[in-house]
């Protein structure tokens, strides 16, 4: 092993030269701080070495669900991407509501639906790769499907029941958002924990940063009405 270990770190120094040389050749706008990514790479592994605490100590994981999706990787996959759909979906249909109620609009909405938009990226791009091996498969296509179907009739059926019940464009909003981003937060809390896609788990945590921020922005708004 160690008549070995010059070879391989001779080789290592070509791969560093190699992603230097890539990253020269970026425009400035395509490049990202390598002290972020070096953050990136940091809490990812923290995130990593708290699951395997977890397994290591037999802590029983929370939600039923999670821990069945989790079980499968194809099954892991469909969900990723069906709750990706989800987040970009609440936030076209609120544009949408919104569009014959420019006046009613919240001064937060842009922001507040810019991230939604950016978690469906998170998560896409966290469950890219492991999607790849699946996509082509008859099975996962129906059972992603599915998945996706059964995730927007419960969309609709919260904002269709609200848009009845309230006469108010923003309190509709408010509390469909408030109830939605309330089971988000569980779920996606109790997904991070049975996930042991790290990639998944770190874009989740990301996330959750922002459901906090989200609630309390919500809940102000509850009772400023």
Known sequence: MRQ?????????HQHIQFGRDMRAELDDSQKMDLGKLHQIEKEMCGHLFSRLLQI???????????????????????????LGHAEKRAAD????FFSGFEHLRPHFMTEHLADEVRHQKLLHRAILLQR????????????????TTQM??????IFGYLKRKLENPQLVYF????????????????????SND???TYALNQILVDEIEHAQMF???????
């Open 93 to 96: 249909a609120t544009e949408s």
């Open 56 to 82: 290591h100590s037999g802590e029983k994981q929370q939600g039923l669900f999670c821990r069945a999706v989790s079980f499968d990787p194809s099954f892991f996959a469909a969900w990723i991407q069906t």
């Open 4 to 12: 070995n270990l010059p070879g391989i770190i001779a080789d290592e």
């Open 219 to 225: 809940h102000n708004a509850l009772k400023a009405h």
């Open 152 to 157: 927007f009739n419960y969309q609709n059926k």
């Open 175 to 194: 509390y469909a958002t408030s109830l939605i981003e309330n089971r988000v937060f569980k779920h996606y809390t109790e997904l991070k924990q049975a």
């Open 132 to 147: 790849r091996k699946f996509r082509f498969n008859q099975q996962f296509q129906e059972i992603e499907k599915l998945m």
């Open 198 to 200: 790290i990639l998944v």
